[in-house]
């Protein structure tokens, strides 16, 4: 190996190691939150991540009262089960659904992926519940639903 082979391999060397010790001293040393904003890197594309609740219809059963608009999003309030539909948001985005109470929410995974995704919800330390679908470039359907039939009010949130 040549004189100058060697000064590349140790530069081609030192450069790993300064970008090794640049991931770990700028990670997180938390667990995570995934509440939290993204970090530097989720910010790049510059557009929001999560579903505009103007894309969001909605329909249920029975007939709930009509859905409104509110500075946090869109509101609905229904009896036992509803159907959102999500248009196409062009791109993998977040629908963001917040409740005074428990719900129970079932989407399909994003993708191909032949999978129902299911759970409930429950308010928790701030008195929200908080449910995060993830929806892919294509039309979504997601299915609420209200534990023991006592009536829920479930916000499409902005964020």
Same mark, same amino acid.
């Given at each position: 190996?040549?004189?100058?082979?060697?000064?590349?391999?140790?530069?081609?060397?030192?450069?790993?190691?300064?970008?090794?010790?640049?991931?770990?001293?700028?990670?997180?040393?938390?667990?995570?939150?995934?509440?939290?904003?993204?970090?530097?890197?989720?910010?790049?594309?510059?557009?929001?991540?999560?579903?505009?609740? +103007?894309?969001?219809? =909605? #329909?249920?059963?029975?007939? !709930? *009262?009509?859905?409104?608009? @509110?500075?946090? $999003?869109?509101?609905?309030?229904?009896?036992?089960?509803?159907?959102?539909?999500?248009?196409?948001?062009?791109?993998?985005?977040?629908?963001?659904?917040?409740?005074?109470?428990?719900?129970?929410?079932?989407?399909?995974?994003?993708?191909?992926?032949?999978?129902?995704?299911?759970?409930?919800?429950?308010?928790?330390?701030?008195?929200? +519940?908080?449910?995060? =679908? #993830?929806?892919?470039?294509? !039309? *979504?359907?997601?299915?609420? @639903?209200?534990? $023991?039939?006592?009536?829920?009010?479930?916000?499409?949130?902005?964020?």
């Amino acid at each position: 190996m040549s004189g100058r082979q060697k000064v590349l391999l140790a530069a081609l060397a030192g450069l790993l190691v300064a970008l090794y010790m640049i991931a770990v001293g700028g990670g997180r040393h938390d667990r995570g939150d995934p509440a939290a904003r993204p970090g530097w890197l989720g910010r790049l594309d510059g557009g929001s991540t999560t579903v505009d609740p +103007a894309t969001v219809t =909605v #329909a249920c059963a029975p007939p !709930a *009262t009509p859905p409104t608009t @509110s500075p946090d $999003g869109t509101v609905i309030t229904f009896r036992t089960a509803c159907l959102l539909r999500v248009a196409d948001p062009g791109g993998l985005r977040t629908l963001v659904l917040r409740s005074p109470t428990s719900f129970a929410v079932s989407a399909a995974a994003p993708g191909d992926a032949e999978v129902t995704l299911r759970d409930e919800v429950s308010p928790g330390d701030g008195g929200t +519940a908080v449910a995060k =679908v #993830a929806v892919d470039d294509r !039309a *979504t359907e997601v299915a609420l @639903s209200c534990p $023991g039939g006592d009536g829920c009010t479930v916000t499409v949130a902005r964020s």
